[in-house]
């Protein structure tokens, strides 16, 4: 590592012609740039996207900006590329003050970003997306350029034609030339967004080689990524946000556990949870016999009791939807009886069913859970069911803040539920549920969730058991359904196993039932 010049052709003067503005001659001179960000400061209202940020990448080395979705990450690389400005802070290139009021005077001065939503491409052929940000002032020399294009495309074993139009490259190969583009012109400091979410395993592979090339060769590369296990492969430092601030840094070789304590400001450990003492019968399946058109579950018996977490495995499609669906009111069993604490549901209405103390979560957080274009404010006046016409916005507005306080929602009341992250919306369905429930039926409660959203739920799940509320979930994920259920239920074509003991179960045994075998 750290080499401070490159390859002739990327020192060749030629490529200094490539700027789109001059950069003042005291910083263009440098091929190894140091970034340092002092103090940055940006407020979206009253969200508090980067507070008091302090942050140095050397260069020479990869330097991982690691946090969770939300952290402040993007916004403090847009400050960093002239995309959008500071509140307050200042912007040290080699330890000289600067300002860019643009991405092109950040390129200028030798900082380049590959953005994490990829920004629209022209539909331009190759080879002019690359002379797109050249200055205007020289005639392109188109077949310099292509000649450049091709030898550093070769560098990083990119295969990229001169004469493809851009429309026709995948995102990995929009991703390559991005990168050729942003060094032909001249970049130091090459910062990339989220770079491995749209691209394939072999695409990844070669960015990472290439990432590595050019930090060998003096360039500073700042890696933003969520994904512990991809800055802990690549980068020779991290920086961890959370919450728009620095949390801490480290060093390879890393401690896991210490950067999910940084990034999530508490260790999550996946516990086993710890048994509540169970109370009477809440649900009673006597003979259920629920059917679509896909999948009969026949002749099902299940006793529930207050306290108790029952998971319900198998492969999408088996009949767990079917079950939850029927003890919740919204499906009609075709026989078998539904009894929720010794009340005999049958012929009744879904509302009877919320009146007994149920209530269904559905899988699909947005599209059937919490109503898009509704801010969080107005899904919580919805959620009420109030007897008078009248809403009352107050008390909406007010139940909201509470809720967003108490279930740790990022959010606004005044906030889209559509604006929300995937981890936010269930936060937001559990805040909307009433507090004195007595069953809870849920299809894939944490699916997509970061980590410390699904500890978070699981927490504020198992602390309604303590109040004697009892859990039928729906998982594709083995851990989950072992480390939360008291006992679990295996689905196959609509058989059901009997209710297999979570604690004595292995993740190899309930893999087998789960494909079917010792049914
Ligand atoms: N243009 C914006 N307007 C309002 N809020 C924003 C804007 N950009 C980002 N935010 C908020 O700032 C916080 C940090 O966002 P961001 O920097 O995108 O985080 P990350 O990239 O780490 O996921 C989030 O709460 C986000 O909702
Ligand atoms: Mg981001």
Known sequence: MGGASGPAHIRSPRNEFGWAVQPPTRIRKYWRMKVELKNIRKYYGAVKANDDITFCAEPGTIHGLLGENGAGKSTLMKVLTGFISADAGQILLEGKPVRMNSPAEAVALGVGMLHQDPLDFPALRVLDNLLLGSSARFVPDRAAARRDLLALAAQFDFKLDPDATITSLGLGERQQLEIVRLLWLGVRVLILDEPTTAISAQQKAKLFAALRKLCEQGKTIIFVSHKLEEVEELCHEVTVLARGRVTGQAQQPYSTDKLVRLMFGRSVTLSKRSPVPLGKPVLQLNGLTVSDWRVEVKKLDLEVRAGEVIGLAGLEGSGQRLVLQACAGLRHPTAGKVRICDKDMAGQPYLRYLDAGAAYLPADRLGEGLVAGMTVTEQFALAERSRSFLVDWNASARTAAERIKKYNIKGQPSTHVEALSGGNQQRALLGLLPPQLKLLLMEHPTHGLDIESVEYIWSLLLER???????????????????????????????VTTALEARKTTVEQLGEYIGGKGL
Not at 469 to 485: H, K
């Open 465 to 495: 058991t303590h109040y004697g509320t009892a859990i039928l979930f729906a998982s594709a994920d083995l851990d989950e359904l072992l480390d939360r259920s008291d006992r679990i239920l295996v689905f196959f074509g609509g058989q």
